[in-house]
């Protein structure tokens, strides 16, 4: 089946810095992908869509100048979070689609901590 | 817009009992899908269905849709205390630029 793969699982960076996640479709191509945002026991909430070889899509109220997304191939993209701050930690997902019947596969996430 | 909304968001049963978790949507879907999530973890597929009147089941688990109705179940036969997770049901609507949009999710906990 379909997999996903996201990078890194878990991390901790100090306030002002940048973070970098990347997610992976290991097995097919996406040619859409989704960044989600999930914070404790609440639903994923979604951040961004990103198409190879354009612009990502962002969601109102999500700062595209904070997390910057991009997606360079049909099996990669990535999600940046500049100048983290506290409020930033948060579990990130990433799930992609080739558009067929097979839906979507997500990533295993992200926690990022920032302190 | 489109809205999504689980129930209950909260719900504490006995191993061995038997409940549903609704879920209702408020426009015409191409696809829903229902997840589990544990604690720490990302989302795991459970079903996507694609149809109204489709039924699909796996193991204690079993989903249907009725897009009449704008309504999809997933039913819990004779619970076990495996089955403690987060459900989240998700509609896919082309109009909406192909994405999922989700429920508020339904905190499930199997007490021995």
Redesign the interface.
């Known amino acids: 089946g379909a997999v996903v793969s996201?990078h890194p699982s878990r991390v901790i960076c100090k306030s002002g810095t940048s973070v970098k996640i990347e997610c992976r479709s290991l097995d097919f191509q996406a040619t859409?992908m989704?960044w989600y945002r999930q914070f404790p026991?609440?639903?994923?909430m979604?951040m961004a869509?990103s198409n190879e070889g354009s612009k990502a899509?962002y969601e109102q109220g999500v700062e595209k100048d904070k997390f910057l997304i991009n997606h360079a191939s049909l099996t990669l993209s990535t999600l940046t979070v500049t100048s983290a701050h506290p409020e930033d930690s948060s579990f990130y997902?990433c799930?992609a689609?080739s558009?067929d019947f097979y839906?979507?596969?997500?990533?295993?996430?992200t926690?990022l901590t920032v302190v | 817009e489109l809205k999504v909304e689980q129930n209950p968001l909260f719900l504490s049963m006995q191993e061995g009992k038997n409940y549903t978790i609704y879920c209702n949507y408020s426009t015409t879907s191409d696809r829903l899908y229902w997840y589990r999530q544990d604690p720490g973890k990302s989302l795991e597929s459970l079903f996507v269905l694609l149809s109204n009147g489709a039924v699909k089941q796996e193991g204690r688990l079993m989903a249907s849709l009725d897009t009449k109705a704008r309504l999809s179940t997933l039913h819990i036969t004779a619970a076990v205390h495996d089955l403690s997770a987060t459900y989240f049901c998700a509609v896919d609507i082309m109009e909406y630029g192909n994405k999922l949009v989700f429920g508020a999710g339904t905190i499930l906990r199997v007490k021995s």
């Open positions: 996201q859409t989704f026991k609440q639903s994923l979604l869509t899509t997902i799930s689609t558009g839906g979507y596969t997500f990533g295993s996430g926690r």
